[in-house]
């Protein structure tokens, strides 16, 4: 990828990183403002203006972040499959966005609830504002803990990326360095980090499956 391109590239991914991340605060707005009111009436329009921004705002964000990160990490020197930090960021956006997709549907059902004026349902609309609590809560320190990578780029090559320098090394060249790139004496073995994000990564994981399958709320959830 050419410089002017991958910096243009660079610019709108990051541009999108953080456009999701502040439309998740919005979103986590919305649901404590709505727990903490008594208002009928501020209930019904926080569960419409919830889906509105999911629909129209996070959804967009989260695909187009997952787009241009996939883009930049074929472009760039890092590659996908070479660098724990770039695969383990990909992998976590990736999961986001399908933990996403799945958990619209849900908020759509109780924002139709929530747009009936004569519903009486009020009690599981409310009921149903911890389990979004949950979900905004965890993705946007799941967001932010990929940014952090992103920002950080911990050291840690993975078994393919080391098979690549080795690859590369061959030909010794102690006179021309290229460019930046990972020494041999640095990626030996899985760096602690990755094993510490991966037990939290399977941890959340397990967590939002258990969150679905026993998932209360109203009966048409």
Excluded: C
Excluded at 149 to 155: A, F, I, Q, R, S
Excluded at 170 to 178: A, E
Aim: net charge positive; charged share 10%.
């Amino acid at each position: 990828m050419k410089p002017d391109l991958r910096k243009f590239a660079l610019t709108t991914h990051i541009a999108l990183s953080g456009s999701w991340i502040g439309a998740v605060f919005a979103y986590l707005a919305l649901v404590v403002a709505a727990m903490t009111s008594q208002s009928d009436q501020t209930l019904r329009a926080a569960w419409i203006a919830m889906e509105l921004i999911g629909w129209y705002l996070i959804v967009p964000l989260a695909l187009a972040s997952l787009l241009t990160g996939f883009v930049m990490s074929l472009g760039t020197r890092w590659g996908l499959f070479r660098h724990y930090w770039v695969l383990i960021s990909f992998m976590l956006t990736a999961v986001a966005t399908v933990v996403l997709m799945r958990h619209m549907p849900t908020v759509t059902v109780f924002a139709s609830v929530a747009a009936i004026a004569d519903s009486a349902n009020v009690s599981g609309l409310r009921g149903a504002l911890r389990e979004e609590l949950l979900h905004a809560g965890v993705g946007v320190l799941l967001l932010l803990g990929i940014q952090a990578l992103n920002v950080y780029k911990p050291p840690g090559v993975t078994a393919y990326g080391r098979r690549r320098v080795s690859q590369v090394a061959l030909p010794p060249r102690s006179t021309d360095d290229t460019g930046p790139g990972p020494s041999l004496g640095a990626i030996e073995g899985t760096p602690r980090w990755v094993q510490v994000v991966g037990i939290h990564a399977i941890g959340l994981a397990l967590l939002f499956v258990v969150l679905h399958l026993t998932g209360g709320g109203m009966d048409s959830h």
